[in-house]
T-cell receptor, first 113, second 114 residues
Framework: DAKTTQPPSMDCAEGRAANLPCNHS???????VYWYRQIHSQGPQYIIH???NNETNEMASLIITEDRKSSTLILPHATLRDTAVYYC??????????????FGQGTTLQVKP | DGGITQSPKYLFRKEGQNVTLSCEQN?????MYWYRQDPGQGLRLIYY???????QKGDIAEGYSVSREKKESFPLTVTSAQKNPTAFYLC?????????????FGDGTRLSIL
């Protein structure tokens, strides 16, 4: 599975959009990009995932560059409850592998009033 | 509401004792997973199961055992052979592997040694 690189920390003002970048320059054609977040002492929460196209759901938007070497998670209107560690993960989706998710160090997003 | 339920939230183990962590899901997911998280660390895969009555070892299976007798249940036993069991244990499930189906996690069980 491809390695990802994220900034260790970011700040965002409450009510503003939070844009979290992720580099995955060695991603292969059959690897998906997943975003999770983890609030202290809770299990990771799935946010969104995509393969090639941009995706949007009720929580966030995922923008994947045309060459797929990087992506951005967008929280459109950040609230204090969005303060968490955000993980970008790339993984092959096939029945032949374990399916394990490899969580790196992630980005600690601090939303400030 | 559909989801993954892990119990108990906190568990204490005495030396030489086996303990079992419960994981139940009502999402009708085929695949289930157990991960371990240590402070400041990423998740490490202990065991996974892609279908009922079948499971496979992950990266750190020594000292652990699992069963998958029912689709909705995937209990993890931490045996006395696991010498460093203090950690945060996370159970996850997914519809399967194809088409990028995401894993969804429970809220974890924190295991400590008395």
């Amino acid at each position: 599975d491809a390695k990802t690189t994220q900034p260790p920390s970011m700040d965002c003002a409450e009510g503003r959009a939070a844009n979290l970048p992720c580099n995955h320059s060695t991603i292969s054609g059959n690897e998906y990009v997943y975003w999770y977040r983890q609030i202290h002492s809770q299990g990771p929460q799935y946010i969104i995932h995509g393969l090639k196209n941009n995706e949007t759901n009720e929580m966030a938007s995922l923008i994947i560059t045309e060459d797929r070497k990087s992506s951005t998670l967008i929280l459109p209107h950040a609230t204090l409850r969005d303060t968490a560690v955000y993980y970008c993960i790339v993984r092959v989706a096939s029945s032949g592998n374990t399916g394990k998710l490899i969580f790196g160090q992630g980005t600690t997003l601090q939303v400030k009033p | 509401d559909g989801g993954i339920t892990q119990s108990p939230k906190y568990l204490f183990r005495k030396e030489g004792q086996n303990v079992t962590l419960s994981c139940e899901q009502n999402l009708n997911h085929d695949a289930m997973y157990w991960y371990r998280q240590d402070p400041g660390q990423g998740l490490r895969l202990i065991y996974y199961s892609q279908i009922v009555n079948d499971f496979q070892k992950g990266d750190i299976a020594e000292g652990y055992s699992v069963s998958r007798e029912k689709k909705e249940s995937f209990p993890l036993t931490v045996t006395s052979a696991q010498k460093n069991p203090t950690a945060f244990y996370l159970c996850a499930s997914s519809k399967g592997q194809v088409r990028g189906q995401p894993q969804h996690f429970g809220d974890g069980t924190r295991l400590s040694i008395l």
